[in-house]
Each structure stands twice: as C-alpha cells, then as structure tokens.
C-alpha cells in the first residue's frame, strides 16, 4: 500500500494567481498522477508525471497551466496557474502499486477561485 | 473510445438492506482491471473492491460483493448489510494493463451518490 500526503488540502485563492499543490508519498512510486474533480463531478486525468521526465498531459490539459514537478520518486507538486473561477475543483494526488494494480489517493485538495 | 457508465446518479436504501449498484464499460481490450471507490465527505478516495478482468469468479470483500459479466461489460457493486458509514459517492474505473513501461491510468464512471438511511 501508499500513504499520500497532500497540501494544502483547501485554499481560497485570487483570479490570475497560481497555487502549487504538493503530494509526498511514504514510498517510492514509479508513476503519480494528477486529477481533477470538477463539483459534482467524476474524475479527469489531468497528467502522468514519472520520475526524470516531462510529465505527460491529457487532452484538454496542458503544461502552461498545469505545470508539473517529479523532483524524485516519492514527491511531486502540481501548478493551477492564471487561476479563473473554471478551475474551482478537487485536485488529486494518485500513485499506482504496481504488484496489485491499484491506485491509492491523497485526500485531495479543495480549491476555490474568487 | 474507453468509457465506464454509471446510470444511477443517486440511490438510498435501509440501513441493514442490500443496495446493487451499477456499472458498464466499454473497452475492446482483454487485460484490465475493475474497481470501485468509495469518496466519503472527508473526499478520501478508498478502494472498495477490485477484479481482475481474466478471472471468471466474482470478487467479494465482506459485505462487498461484485457481479461480473464480461461479455456483457458490466460490473455491477452489491452491498449487503448496509450501514450509515456506506453512505458516500461511488465511483467504477477500470485501469487497461499497458506492459512495456506505458501509463496504467485509470477511467472513471460519474459516480453514484448512496445514503444509508437509519
């Protein structure tokens, strides 16, 4: 199994600002992966991030808004930049065990755009 | 196109009743695997139960059983028992299996909201 730290796990933040959101995990992962939770909502990929290497989006997402950091195998942080209030969501931190195919989830983080 | 479909956007039922909740998907692979997740209030995402999509016999973990038919493509959660600590949004993904180093990313339905009603 994974234990996932997020951070911050809620925020209030101002249109046109960004917010960086960490995830940590207790072990060392090969692949994180970030979503989004849109209100009432299912859950959209929004990139892969490996260790070493650019991280790799999903249609609809891309590296300017989203830019993401895999500094090593048990951290990463995801960026909302030029926030609007389209972007109030629940962002995910997601880690993959690759013995028993299974993803584990950080609790997320609440964000609201004013 | 790979999607997972949830046709029950909300359920309620009895505390102590037996609730199903259902699930399709379309893929044309072979090797994936099923899931449900559990998002309670606290938004914690916890995996319920999982099958393995080579495996005929039906997954069950405690009250949490599943109903898989393959070549029907569906996947349906049963929860016998149920208790007020159930209610939560539901969410069935499948994973596809991409050996060689590709992302294993998985692909969620919209999610059934159930309440447990005491």
């Known amino acids: 199994s994974a234990v996932i730290s997020q951070k911050p796990s809620r925020d209030i933040c101002q249109r046109g600002t960004s917010l960086t959101i960490q995830c940590q995990v207790d072990s060392q992962v090969t692949m994180m992966f970030w979503y989004r939770q849109q209100p009432g909502q299912s859950l959209t990929l929004i990139a892969t991030?490996?260790?070493?290497?650019?991280?790799?989006?999903e249609s609809g997402f891309v590296i300017d808004k989203f830019p993401i950091s895999r500094p090593n195998l048990t951290f990463s942080t995801l960026t909302v930049s030029n926030m609007s209030p389209e972007d109030s969501s629940i962002y995910l931190c997601?880690?993959?065990?690759?013995?028993?195919?299974?993803?584990?989830f950080g609790q997320g983080t609440r964000l609201t755009v004013v | 196109a790979q999607t997972v479909t949830q046709s029950q956007p909300e359920m309620s039922v009895q505390e102590a009743e037996t609730v199903t909740l259902s699930c399709t998907y379309d893929?044309?692979?072979?090797?994936?695997?099923l899931f449900w997740y559990k998002q309670p209030p606290s938004r914690q995402m916890i995996l319920v139960i999982r099958?393995?999509?080579?495996?005929?016999q039906n997954a069950t973990e405690n009250r949490f059983s599943v109903n898989f038919q393959k070549a029907a493509k569906s996947f349906s959660l049963k929860i016998s028992d149920s208790q007020l600590g159930d209610t939560a949004m539901y969410f069935c993904a499948f994973m596809i299996l991409n050996y060689g180093g590709a992302t294993n990313k998985l692909i969620f339905g919209t999610g059934t909201l159930l309440a447990v009603q005491p």
């Open positions: 997601s880690v993959e065990v690759e013995v028993h195919p299974e993803a584990f």
């Open positions: 893929t044309s692979e072979n090797n994936y695997y």
């Open positions: 099958q393995e999509a080579y495996k005929q």
């Open positions: 991030a490996n260790q070493g290497s650019e991280a790799t989006y």
